[in-house]
Structure formats: C-alpha cells, structure tokens
C-alpha cells in the first residue's frame, strides 16, 4: 500500500511562493507517475501538474493551463518525494492541494494565498 505525505502548505500574499512536498513510501517512487490536484471551496478536485519517469528519470511534466509558466513539478528518486514550486501565487490558488500515486492520494496540505 503506497502512503503519501504532503507537507509545505500555508498562507502566502499574492506573488509568493512556496514549495509543496509528496512523500512517498511503500512503492518504487522512480515507478510510479506523480500528480498534483488542488480543490478549492466550493469546486471540484482539479488537475495542477504530473510528472512521469523513465529510467529513473523524469520523462516529461505536464501543467494545467492555470499554472502553466508559474508552478514547477519534480522528484527526487533518492528521498521518494515529489515537489511543486509554486511561483507568483494568485488568490484563486488558494486551494487544498493533493498529490495522487495510482490510486492513492494524499491527505492534502491548504495553501491559502492572500490579496
């Protein structure tokens, strides 16, 4: 069974940043395809970022159109942690973010970013 830990979350005035983290334990991370969602208030659990491996390394990322040129995903295969740099933060991130391994997902982290 694949546990996951994020952490990095909290409050932040627009234009901040901060980095999200995905622990990951009981799989081979380097395996497995990582994916950031985030759910705000009111609105359904939404796609923000994936990263897939091969050969241990990153083989590509994928971004929502929303965070496209601001967030950042990527892992670390040593420490079985995947990562979202998040840049330039808007209010409308504001969002209980989640990382998801297969079928398995996080406890999620809030980011809450202020105006």
């Known amino acids: 069974q694949v546990q996951l830990v994020e952490s990095g979350g909290g409050l932040v005035q627009a234009g901040g940043s901060l980095r999200l983290s995905c622990a990951a334990s009981?799989?081979?991370?380097?395996?497995?395809?990582i994916n950031w969602y985030r759910q705000a208030p009111g609105k359904e659990r939404e796609f923000v970022a994936a990263?897939?491996?091969?050969?241990?390394?990153?083989?590509?990322?994928s971004y929502a159109d929303s965070v496209k040129g601001r967030f950042t995903i990527s892992g670390d295969n040593a420490k079985n942690t995947a990562y979202l740099q998040m840049n330039s933060l808007k209010p409308e991130d504001t969002a209980i973010y989640y990382c998801?391994?297969?079928?398995?997902w996080g406890q999620g982290t809030q980011v809450t970013v202020s105006s």
């Open positions: 998801k391994m297969g079928g398995d």
């Open positions: 990263i897939s491996w091969r050969g241990g390394s990153i083989y590509y990322a």
């Open positions: 009981g799989r081979t991370f380097s395996l497995a395809d």
